[in-house]
């Protein structure tokens, strides 16, 4: 019954938002196309809040689609991003937490741990991808979060693929809970997202307004002007002796 609440839950809130179809074809799609460029060095898994008992459904699907992708071989490693946004869980440290207990090995577990909106999810992993080497990375999560981070995406020409959800596969997996200690998972002095910053400014950060940018990152001029007070400078070029 969890699985079958759980595909339920996805397919409506897919047809809630009025391109229910379109999305799920275009997921299904987006993977298709995908699985031709893997193995990934790693796939960059969005946060979800975690209340402390049990996972909510987006936690199940997006920890399980994860853990799928690498016993699959598409991915070899698994980027979890998130800070501690609604509650005192830091969200990367818990999916990491489930990951494991699924069975993927730590050393193929990597966590960021300062994104509080999705557009920092994607862009702080790639960041993180590229310091530990990784030089194909590919976002996988839910249809709906992949429709419109695609488009951040695309619009910073980041070179990130996409690994989407797709529901029929998951109609088939067993979609169980692993037992977790998430006691190392909280943050001390934690002050919810939502005290911190009001509905118009969550919305910002939602639309990446907070990002702090690496020069290298922004192909564009217009983004660089527009960016300019929050820009982390090129690397100066060391003169050849």
């Given at each position: ?5 759980l ?6 809130t ?5 391109c229910g179809?379109?999305l ?5 799609k987006?993977?298709?196309k995908g ?8 796939v ?22 994860a853990?799928y ?12 991003s998130?800070s501690?946004?609604a509650?005192?869980?830091?969200e990367?440290?818990?999916m990491?937490?489930y990951?494991?207990a699924?069975g ?6 990597f ?21 530990l ?9 839910d ?11 695309k619009r ?5 693929g996409?690994?989407?959800?797709v ?12 037992k977790?200690d ?7 002095g934690?002050?919810?997202?939502s005290?911190?910053?009001n509905f ?6 939602t639309?990446g ?7 290298e990152?922004?192909?564009?001029k217009?983004?660089r002007r ?9 690397p100066a ?5």
């Amino acid at each position: 019954m969890r699985i079958l609440s759980l595909i339920f839950s996805v397919l409506i809130t897919l047809s809630l938002s009025g391109c229910g179809k379109m999305l799920y074809r275009s997921a299904e799609k987006a993977f298709n196309k995908g699985i031709k460029e893997s193995p990934y060095d790693a796939v960059i898994v969005p946060g979800f809040p975690h209340n402390g008992k049990n996972w909510d459904m987006v936690l199940q699907m997006r920890i399980h689609w994860a853990h799928y992708l690498y016993t699959k071989g598409y991915t070899k490693n698994i980027i979890f991003s998130g800070s501690a946004v609604a509650t005192p869980f830091v969200e990367s440290k818990v999916m990491a937490s489930y990951a494991h207990a699924l069975g993927v090995p730590l050393e193929n577990i990597f966590t960021e741990e300062k994104a509080e909106h999705s557009t920092e999810n994607v862009y702080y992993s790639y960041r993180l991808g590229k310091d530990l080497g990784f030089t194909k990375l590919a976002l996988a999560t839910d249809p709906i979060q992949t429709s419109y981070m695609r488009r951040f995406i695309k619009r910073f020409e980041l070179p990130i693929g996409l690994l989407p959800t797709v529901i029929d596969t998951l109609k088939v997996m067993n979609l169980y809970e692993p037992k977790v200690d998430l006691k190392t998972a909280t943050r001390e002095g934690f002050v919810k997202l939502s005290d911190r910053e009001n509905f118009f400014e969550r919305f910002r950060g939602t639309m990446g307004k907070y990002i702090i940018w690496h020069e290298e990152d922004l192909k564009k001029k217009k983004h660089r002007r527009k960016f300019k007070d929050r820009i982390i400078p090129a690397p100066a070029a060391k003169n050849e002796p």
